[in-house]
């Protein structure tokens, strides 16, 4: 039931304060402010290397919660595509954990990533939005992100789901290896209950996202720029509008920029920029501005990004989730003003049990 929402892909943007509330509850104690026992026969201070597999959106969580295992928890991590991890010869480690994310629980790859490296590692947790689904039961542990049924086939509160529960995940392991102490863990917890509240005021900023699409609407191609935690957070926006909009779209990590992709910018580039607050926003700014001198339109997208999307403002850490949700947005609108099917879009089915 699509309720009021004009598409189903609407709907599931706007579900996010409660799926991520809903998520939230069964991981973290925000009276107590700790973690709750989630994952109880998963021990990190036996595990000392992470590997998460996915495909598509869930593969882009797994980018940034590299990023949170080796910040928070102190642990090597590795990503991989699960089509090509499968294949390739992997070296693996005695105390290695290795991670598959799927929303469905049933893309062919993922699962088939996940059979072939049992009795090959320590462990092997998957993070499902379906309890029922051969990755649950394939798996050792699982974390169910309970975000409801997705139906519009662009990924959007499962992606977000993701991205908390790996989050909690580096944690739990941050805790189990000694990594985070009582008052950082705090600390750490008082930014994942400030989440709902967050995505609230990023949705609220619709109406200027769609003043944007309406922009970016005629283009042919598109970038999407960003560093850091941010960086994934560009490949997803990206992904997100050529699903859904056809319009062929980019990210890249904005430092990558001037090693080719800069001969690209003339001004029917639009280059969105996700410009956020950090030691290295100075440096994302002044690759936006090499871009502005090459005659390419740019749209900021940050807290303090004037004239752009003024985004609310958090803590670093939680960042990505308002990325996360002004990209769904944006792509949502620039289908809606292009009149592309939203939520079937062409060529793409919800499920992938084929390679
Ligand atoms: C993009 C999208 C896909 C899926 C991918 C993996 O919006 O939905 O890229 O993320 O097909 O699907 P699951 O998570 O079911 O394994």
Redesign the pocket.
Same mark, same amino acid.
Do not use: F, R
């Given at each position: 039931d699509k309720g009021p929402y004009r598409h189903f892909m609407l709907k599931e943007i706007h579900d996010q304060p409660q799926s991520i509330a809903r998520l939230l509850a069964s991981v973290a104690d925000t009276h107590a402010m700790t973690m709750k026992p989630f994952l109880p026969d998963l021990d990190f201070s036996k595990i000392d290397k992470v590997t998460l597999v996915?495909?598509?959106?869930?593969y882009y969580a797994c980018h940034v919660a590299k990023t949170w295992f080796e910040e928070i928890a102190g642990i090597s991590a590795e990503i991989d595509i699960a089509s090509e991890y499968r294949y390739r010869k992997r070296i693996h480690a005695p105390r290695e954990l290795v991670i598959v994310? &799927?929303? &469905?629980? =049933?893309?062919a790859d993922?699962l088939a990533a996940l059979k072939d490296v049992r009795g090959h590692v320590a462990a092997r947790l998957g993070v499902v939005n379906v309890a029922t689904s051969s990755i649950a039961r394939e798996a050792d542990h699982v974390v169910d992100i309970e975000v409801g049924p997705e139906i519009g086939?662009?990924?959007t509160k499962?992606f977000t789901g993701q991205m908390l529960a790996l989050l909690s995940v580096a944690l739990k392991a941050g805790v189990e290896r000694g990594q985070i102490d009582k008052a950082h863990l705090a600390s750490l917890v008082q930014d994942l209950a400030s989440l709902p509240r967050i995505m609230s005021e990023t949705i609220a900023l619709e109406g200027r996202v769609s003043e944007v699409a309406q922009e970016i609407a005629p283009a042919r191609d598109a970038i999407f720029i960003g560093r850091g935690l941010q960086y994934p957070m560009a490949l997803e926006a990206a992904?997100?509008l050529k =699903?859904i909009s056809y319009i062929h779209a980019d990210g890249y990590a904005a430092g990558e920029l001037k090693h080719g992709p800069i001969a690209l910018i003339d001004r029917d580039m639009p280059v969105i920029v996700f410009d956020s607050a950090g030691p290295l926003q100075g440096k994302t700014r002044s690759n936006a501005a090499e871009v502005a001198a090459r005659g390419g339109r740019v749209w900021h997208v940050g807290h303090d990004a004037k004239g752009g999307i003024q985004t609310p403002e958090c803590p670093d850490r939680v960042l990505p989730f308002v990325y996360a949700v002004v990209a769904q947005m944006l792509a949502y609108h620039v289908a809606l003003a292009k009149g592309t099917d939203v939520d079937q879009p062409r060529n793409l089915a919800k499920?992938?049990t084929v390679e």
């Open positions: 996915a495909c598509g959106t869930a994310v &799927s929303q &469905s629980g =049933e893309t993922t086939v662009a990924s499962a992904l997100k =699903e499920s992938v």
